[in-house]
């Protein structure tokens, strides 16, 4: 494994140990909000949540010119970014649950950089994907040589192996498959009495040959249809996509075989979906998923002005959290740059969707809001009490 040095990486690394500060906290019916410098909090949180959330999601300072930075580090070249980043990730990894993943937001800027360095502190086993996410509806032209339009998401697993498959979608239920396969071995098939529904009249189906041009299928038996069902077993010869025992598990769980015309081949439906694998391209096309422009009308929404400029759109951190929550619906989020305080809003809507009943842990310090911004006038004086006043407004408008 590549491993990546910098000046000051060894002191960085002690950043994470020593002792935690007081931090104020605002438990809003069991979910934090926790008003304190992140560092201090990840060490604090070390205490009760060690091994105990499951979703970690992240949007920390990008490493830009422009950007003005809360902390002393000015941030003016890699090695003060990385030595930022390194010491909360330490903390991050240690507050992960064994099957729990984390995600981080990153531009191209620091992408590589922030690969290595997570790969030394989850493993580089545990990388999941780099997801790209696509921020503008239309290009950017203020960079050199390129217009950009996408950011990433880096994800990692605590352990690979224990980690869920990220997925956002199932398949259809009670969508219908055929038995027959001609790719696999011939071989015979026997269907139970009652058990094969034949949207046919009632009577007699004599033994034939139900062969078509691809596909090789023989009925051995006579059937009996009455009340549209099969009276006695009846065996038939072809390729099949599932072994008897198999199709009796399938069937004994809750299955359909059906049959509906002559010739005939026998249909499957399951009584339940199928999970499909997330895939790592979030854009408007491939999944409909919101931009920047999308964000700040849901900000004027809530709050009737843009109280806050670019943050993440809310179904893009829902989908993220949905992809490893969809069964564990009482599973622990924490976000520890919280900033506007999207993740508690994307946790709150998809406790809503599914009937869940996550919480939420968000980190946010009094970081001062200028004093020329549309939040300075109109009372605001720091971003915590941006999100904290949007977790207050999400709630009023939705009970």
């Known amino acids: 494994m590549c491993v990546l040095d910098w000046h000051g990486k060894e002191k960085s690394k002690l950043l994470a140990c020593g002792i935690e500060t007081h931090m104020p906290i605002a438990n809003e019916n069991q979910n934090l909000l926790i008003n304190s410098d992140n560092l201090d909090a990840l060490k604090s949180l070390t205490h009760e949540y060690k091994s105990k959330i499951d979703v970690i999601y992240i949007d920390p300072p990008y490493n830009t010119k422009n950007h003005k930075f809360l902390y002393d580090d000015k941030f003016d070249n890699h090695s003060s970014w990385l030595n930022f980043i390194y010491p909360r990730l330490i903390l991050a990894c240690g507050l992960l649950s064994d099957d729990g993943v984390i995600f981080i937001s990153i531009d191209d800027n620091e992408v590589a950089h922030l690969k290595l360095v997570c790969d030394e502190v989850f493993g580089a086993n545990n990388f999941i994907s780099q997801f790209v996410w696509q921020k503008k509806n239309k ?41 027959n396969f001609k790719n696999n071995p011939i071989k015979e098939l026997f269907f139970a009495p009652w058990h094969v529904e034949f949207k046919l009249k009632d009577g007699v189906i004599k033994a034939q040959d139900m062969s078509s041009k691809t596909i090789g299928c023989v009925l051995l038996d006579d ?32 299955a359909t075989l059906s049959v509906g015309k002559i010739p005939f081949r026998v249909n499957l439906t399951k009584n339940s979906s199928k999970l499909k694998m997330m895939h790592n391209f979030l854009t408007k096309a491939t999944c409909h998923m919101p931009t920047y422009e999308d964000a700040n009308s849901e900000i004027v929404e809530l709050f009737g002005f843009e109280v806050f400029s670019k943050p993440k759109p809310t179904e893009l951190i829902k989908t993220l959290i949905k992809s490893v929550t969809y ?6 989020i924490l976000d520890f740059f919280a900033g506007s305080g999207t993740t508690a809003e994307a946790v709150m809507r998809l406790n809503k969707e599914d009937n869940g009943d996550r919480k939420y842990i968000l980190v946010q310090s ?24 949007r977790v207050k407004l999400f709630k009023k408008d939705n009970n």
């Not at 069964?327 to 622990?332: L, S």
């Not at 001062?368 to 941006?386: C, D, L, T």
């Open 139 to 179: 290009p950017s032209f203020l960079h050199q040589k390129v217009a950009r339009m996408n950011e990433y998401i880096l994800a990692y697993a605590k352990d690979i192996k224990k980690a869920p498959m990220l997925s956002v979608e199932s398949s259809k239920p009670k969508q219908k498959y055929p038995l």
């Open 327 to 332: 069964i564990k619906k009482d599973a622990t």
């Open 223 to 254: 059937v009996e249809i009455k009340g549209g069902r099969n009276i006695d077993g009846f065996r038939m010869r072809g390729g099949w996509r599932y072994t008897q025992e198999y199709l009796d598990k399938l069937v004994e769980n809750g």
């Open 366 to 389: 009094n970081e001062n809001v200028k004093k020329n911004s549309i939040a300075y006038k109109n009372g605001y004086r720091n971003i915590y009490e941006i999100m904290r006043d």
